[in-house]
């Protein structure tokens, strides 16, 4: 059975690990405050979580889910995620993570930050450009008319892959924009960021979107 670690526990992280948790996946789940203080969330959830430290998330995943603010990312455990597939959700909020000039100018995306603090793992972008509340309510069966899609993005086509399963399980169809270097057309403010739309929209929506604001 795939274990699914999940570095970062706020929002997005404990919905990732519930929906995972209903298809049958094993989540280990962590945050920067310590396994201790995740025992509520362990408990709703159930038998198949449990919270650990980051590190040991990290090491105890098959696929692991980063979902921490840009600006912690150099403090992710890239030891124990080398090799690994590495979903990462982030967007960048300047408010939050200060000014960040090779994003503001449009010369990388936030993927690529990620990978780059992850040298030898699989990233594959997931789960940026949806309120983390529609992750548990808005899937639907494979087929349903009209069902929602969300984005992916990556360099290494096992990592895409992954995704691609993993978001089905979830009920939701999945729309591939191509290499990390491409993910920015799912960030924050383009026309494909935290609204519903089916596969052809959103493939509309990722077609128009602008690099610079």
Not at 101 to 126: M, Y
């Amino acid at each position: 059975m795939t274990t699914l670690g999940i570095i970062g526990a706020g929002h997005i992280g404990s919905q990732v690990a519930r929906v995972a948790v209903a298809n049958g996946y094993d989540v280990v789940i962590s945050n920067s405050r310590g396994p201790e203080t995740l025992a509520d969330l362990v408990a709703e959830i159930g038998p198949r979580a449990k919270a650990a430290t980051a590190k040991d998330a990290a090491a105890a995943a098959d696929v692991a889910v980063v979902t921490v603010p840009l600006h912690a990312i150099d403090k992710l455990p890239a030891e124990q995620l080398a090799g690994k597939i590495v979903l990462d959700t982030n967007n960048y909020y300047f408010e939050r993570d200060g000014r960040i000039d090779a994003l503001d100018q449009g010369e990388t995306t936030t993927s690529e930050l990620v990978q780059r603090a992850l040298p030898t793992s699989k990233i594959a972008k997931a789960f940026n450009h949806i309120y983390a509340s529609e992750i548990t309510t808005d899937g639907t069966p494979a087929g349903t008319a009209d069902r929602r899609a969300l984005a992916t993005a990556g360099d290494d086509a096992e990592a895409v892959a992954f995704v691609t399963r993993f978001y089905d399980e979830a009920g939701f169809d999945t729309v591939n924009v191509g290499p990390l270097s491409e993910s920015w057309r799912v960030e924050r403010d383009r026309p494909a960021y935290v609204v519903r739309q089916n596969a052809a929209e959103l493939t509309a929506n990722l077609a128009i979107a602008n690099r610079l604001p």
